[in-house]
């Protein structure tokens, strides 16, 4: 009985991290700041970062399905090192590791710990622009005019 209530239990878990860990893959999303930096500098691309709270945030998950699942977005993101530094509320979604990693950049780069966050950085980890917040509405023009502002080609 209590194999089936632990079984009952981690599953749900384990389809949100899988969902969460194809958000990553599907965009070719780094998890490393100086991985992100050295590809930056390598191929000559600004980075995206982008800042979340996967499981927790509404925002971050309609802006995931609003702007991230686009062609729009997909035809972009070609031309970005995309960096996702995700805080979220269930600690077993991402490594305990990653979790410290993420807050260390935040500190950094997110002092307000604002989320959804877009930040554009160059190569050598410049700040270009950002964009905080989402709407909810299905309106990401906003949010692609940042990237097509800064997008290297």
Request: aromatic residues 8%.
């Amino acid at each position: 009985m209590k194999k089936l209530i632990l079984l009952i239990l981690l599953v749900p878990t384990m389809l949100i991290a899988q969902a969460e860990k194809s958000v990553i893959s599907d965009n070719a999303w780094l998890t490393d700041y100086d991985t992100a930096l050295k590809t930056a500098s390598k191929e000559d691309k600004n980075i995206l970062a982008y800042f979340t709270g996967s499981d927790w945030c509404a925002p971050c998950k309609m802006l995931k399905k609003d702007l991230f699942e686009s062609a729009e977005f997909k035809a972009i993101s070609d031309n970005y090192v995309l960096l996702y530094i995700d805080i979220p509320m269930n600690k077993d979604l991402i490594s305990v590791e990653q979790l410290q990693q993420n807050k260390s950049i935040s500190a950094k780069l997110n002092k307000r710990g604002a989320v959804p966050l877009l930040k554009i950085l160059s190569p050598n980890g410049v700040e270009l622009g950002s964009y905080s917040g989402y709407s909810m509405n299905g309106e990401v023009g906003y949010h692609l005019d940042l990237l097509k502002k800064h997008q290297t080609k």
